[in-house]
């Protein structure tokens, strides 16, 4: 039978010469399928390749390979000196005089509410203001006076601590020296270049000789606490002269410090008697010096400390304060545009809200600076906001996060409303359910993992953030103190991204800093990765709960 | 969503035969009060009209079936019956009325929600919530703000036992619903419906997502519960309709062709079309 006229092949070949031959493509060995299927999988795999280069880096920077030459070991070494040079002797006494000075601010403290009080008297009295000014602070002359005379008590241990320090300091710095210059030969033998090598000497620093005189002032210092200790006697004897009832009531509490003072001297004066350079540092403090010690301090004529703690609470907090104001906005909106607003309001939300995301965060950080924080202070001299003195803080970073994540958390919480069956909506409302109830017992619960994630994946957004905080948190290293309740919102921090952002410009390549600030870059990694882990899990379930 | 199109239909086994009424019986019962009184309805998806001057009633406390090809407009009836059809976009009854009890259901006054709670909807796909078998069935009473445990109980076990569920979930009352078989989830959104106590109950092709064997049970439950409820019930399944219904309506196009007693619609219909359908000849 012979074809029939009108099939046309694009391909004329036979049947056995077309299928019997391979396509081929530009590379000779590998078919047009083949070719595409790498291309697209190398893209694919490429990340992965990246983030494995990253976390090695990340790793070999921090703890590095051979933990002793990373930054655990070179934070041993560097509180080993810190042990040995005397360093850790003189903060001892160093803790005597700033007991002194805490009494000091106490007093100031309560000057400054005194102080305050006298001037909104002077001016319901009809003076001017700088009157009022003058008055006040006459007023508090015989206090003035009081406190003047307290902080004089620290001068006989002031004498004695600063030629000891000076001479600890000297030997830290020697110690130092001789380590480098270790380092240095070893480096020199290791690529054969003997007579280098043999240039770099150095002389082992007899650190006995260097805290003799730390021991040998043991007796003037004795001498000193015993002096101090009557000093403050005295003082409990008289108590600081009050103005007023309310003032007296605010110094109630300045008996009960000396008292306190006075207790640990005999403390301090027995550790500084059995100190001893020679006791053996635990190893594993260079570690656990990194998550306990609450200083970062770094770039100090006297001890650099690096600790983890005052930049996780900055952190921590900020990410605190942006996640109780964006988890509302962010699921509040989702669920807005998802059940009820109009076509027409979901046509100019849901852009918009997505487009806060695509503004440069330092454009934002810029806002913080020159808006908002000014906006607080404002509020705050109005009265509409207590008192706090730094425009650049918790709360102005935080709000400014928080409207970085609002776009994260709203897209995903729609999408989670999304993937909530619609028959689930139409049942419960054929029950008699109104749209509240019907929102808040059936689709949110059925959301809630997805819901769940949004906010983590928010937080995530909002730890990893470095340019807004760089901007607006204040950059203050501290540990905000907590006790001042909500108030502790208003201080100035330092974040785990801000210090890494700020200092590693300035560190010196494989030094301890910046062993340091990659340690910090390791754990900020640790943090989102577990996130990302925990939202990747709580998604899952949620897809298995709808079914 | 358009539930106007629903999907292809189900091929299912001939259940059980449910013994007959007498025929007397039967024409008696036809004669009760109307309940729901469809009043030229004309009904529009955006531009589109979906219904053409629907006119009849419906009877209490009888089992009334729409039946039709696919895209008929008996979904889209049924879901004006309890105003389901707000929650589409662009619908609206553009002529007519449907009176509940001599009450406009489409008038501004109505309170949708107490209409909702009224009129009971079962709807084609299982859609028990994510929640335990206990929490399902209470819904609709908890959003009344009854929470009386001994109140919840006791309407659990009753409306269970209405909807013949009682003896397979009695134990496992707290886990969840979602670990239910079809039938059994289709039964137990029938329990959830029967809990807050409706007068009339809206059943939309409640059979077509099950075997033949959990379809026989619902078709019993049917039968029982007729004897408290006007049920209105959507079928693509003609010896369905012809087993459990009293009353049969048939839809073409939108518009209503022929409604009588169901054995005269299936014995002996006065249309050509109800004829053709009826006998398999298209649809």
């Known amino acids: 039978m012979s074809p029939s006229p009108q099939i046309k092949r694009i391909d004329q070949r036979p049947l056995r010469e077309a299928i019997s031959t391979r396509g081929r493509s530009l590379v000779p060995w590998l078919t047009k399928d083949e070719l595409i299927k790498y291309f697209f999988g190398a893209n694919a795999w490429m990340s992965i390749v990246v983030l494995g280069l990253i976390m090695l880096s990340l790793y070999s920077e921090s703890i590095g390979f051979n933990p002793s030459r990373g930054f655990f070991g070179e934070n041993y070494r560097n509180l080993l000196v810190y042990r040995q040079a005397g360093l850790e002797f003189v903060d001892i006494l160093k803790k005597e005089t700033s007991g002194i000075d805490g009494l000091g601010k106490y007093l100031a403290d309560v000057r400054l509410k005194e102080l305050l009080r006298l001037i909104a008297q002077g001016k319901r009295d009809g003076k001017p203001a700088d009157q009022a000014l003058t008055d006040a ?184 304060v942006a996640l109780v104001i964006a988890v509302p906005l962010g699921v509040g909106a989702g669920v807005y545009i998802n059940q009820i607003a109009t076509p027409w309001e979901q046509h100019i939300i849901k852009p918009a809200i997505e487009f806060i995301s695509a503004i440069p965060s330092v454009v934002l950080g810029f806002f913080g600076v020159a808006v908002l924080g000014q906006f607080l202070l404002q509020l705050s001299q109005w009265g509409i906001l207590p008192h706090f003195s730094s425009r650049l803080n918790i709360i102005t970073a935080g709000i400014l996060l928080a409207f970085m994540a609002v776009p994260t958390i709203f897209t995903l919480t729609e999408d989670a409303i999304n993937n909530v069956p619609r028959s689930f909506k139409e049942a419960s409302y054929a029950l008699g359910a109104n749209r509240l109830q019907t929102i808040w017992r059936i689709i949110l619960p059925a959301s809630l993992s997805g819901v769940i994630s949004a906010v983590l994946l928010g937080f995530g957004r909002v730890i990893g953030e470095t340019m807004v905080v760089l901007l607006c948190a204040g950059n203050s290293i501290q ?12 201080q100035p921090v330092h974040t785990m991204t801000g210090i890494i952002a700020q200092e590693l410009g300035e560190a010196e390549r494989g030094g301890i800093e910046w062993h340091a600030l990659f340690m910090v870059g390791l754990f900020l990694f640790v943090i989102s990765l577990g996130i990302n882990f925990l939202a990747q899990r709580v998604v899952k379930r949620f897809k298995i709960s709808i079914g | 969503m358009d539930e106007s199109k629903p999907s292809a239909q189900t091929a299912e086994v001939v259940p059980t035969k449910v013994a007959a009424p007498s025929p007397s019986d039967k024409l008696a019962r036809l004669n009760a009060p109307t309940i729901i009184d469809i009043n030229n309805v004309d009904f529009y998806y955006g531009a589109s009209k979906a219904l053409h001057g629907i006119n009849f ?40 009325s449907i009176k509940i ?47 009386s445990k001994s109140r919840l109980d006791e309407t659990v076990e009753r409306s269970l036992r209405g909807a013949a569920l009682w003896e397979e979930v009695r134990d496992r009352l707290h886990t969840s619903a979602l670990g239910l078989s079809g039938g059994q989830q289709q039964r137990l959104c029938i329990a959830r419906a029967i809990a807050v106590e409706p007068e009339i109950i809206l059943m939309d092709e409640p059979c077509s997502a099950l075997d033949p064997i959990a379809t026989v049970k619902v078709e019993e439950l049917i039968h029982q519960l007729k004897q408290d409820y006007t049920i209105v019930i959507v079928t693509h399944n003609m010896q369905q309709a012809g087993r459990c219904s009293d009353i049969t309506a048939f839809f073409y196009m939108g518009r209503l062709i022929e409604i009588d007693a169901t054995e005269k619609i299936f014995t002996n219909p006065t249309q050509k079309q109800t004829e053709d359908y009826i006998s398999g000849r298209f649809g």
């Open chain 2, 101 to 147: 009890s001599g009450v406009d259901i489409y008038d501004p006054s109505v309170d949708v929600i107490e209409l909702r709670k009224r009129v009971g909807m079962v709807f084609q796909k299982s859609n028990p919530f994510p929640k335990s078998i206990y929490e399902n069935v209470v819904y609709g009473l908890r959003l009344q703000g009854i929470n």
């Open chain 1, 479 to 490: 540990i905000p103190p907590m006790s001042d309740g909500l108030m502790v919102l208003f």
């Open chain 1, 137 to 320: 602070n006459n007023a508090l002359t015989p206090f003035d006076d009081y406190v003047n005379r307290l902080s004089t008590l620290g001068d006989p241990l002031n004498v004695i601590i600063s030629p000891l320090g000076d001479a600890a300091t000297a030997t830290r710095d020697a110690v130092t020296d001789v380590e480098h210059k270790k380092q240095e030969k070893e480096l020199y033998l290791r690529s054969n270049k003997k007579e280098l090598a043999d240039q770099v000497t150095y002389q082992e620093v007899d650190l006995d000789a260097a805290v003799k005189p730390l021991h040998d002032a043991l007796p003037s210092i004795q001498d000193a606490n015993v002096k101090l200790a009557a000093g403050l006697a005295l003082f409990l004897t008289q108590p600081p002269p009050a103005l007023d009832e309310t003032m007296k009531a605010e110094l109630a509490g300045f008996n009960e410090q000396v008292r306190g003072l006075m207790a640990v001297l005999p403390t301090y004066e027995n550790e500084l008697e059995t100190w001893n350079p020679h006791l053996p540092l635990p190893w594993y403090k260079g570690v656990t010096d990194f998550f306990f010690n609450t200083n970062w301090l770094t770039a100090s004529s006297w001890q650099n400390y690096y600790g983890i703690l005052p930049l996780l609470a900055g952190s921590t907090l900020i990410s605190i």
């Open chain 2, 57 to 96: 009633p419906i009877k209490n406390k009888l089992v009334t079936a729409f039946i039709g090809p696919s895209g008929c407009g008996k979904s889209t009836l049924l879901r004006c019956l309890n105003r389901m059809n707000d929650l589409v976009e662009g619908t609206r009854i553009g002529a007519g």
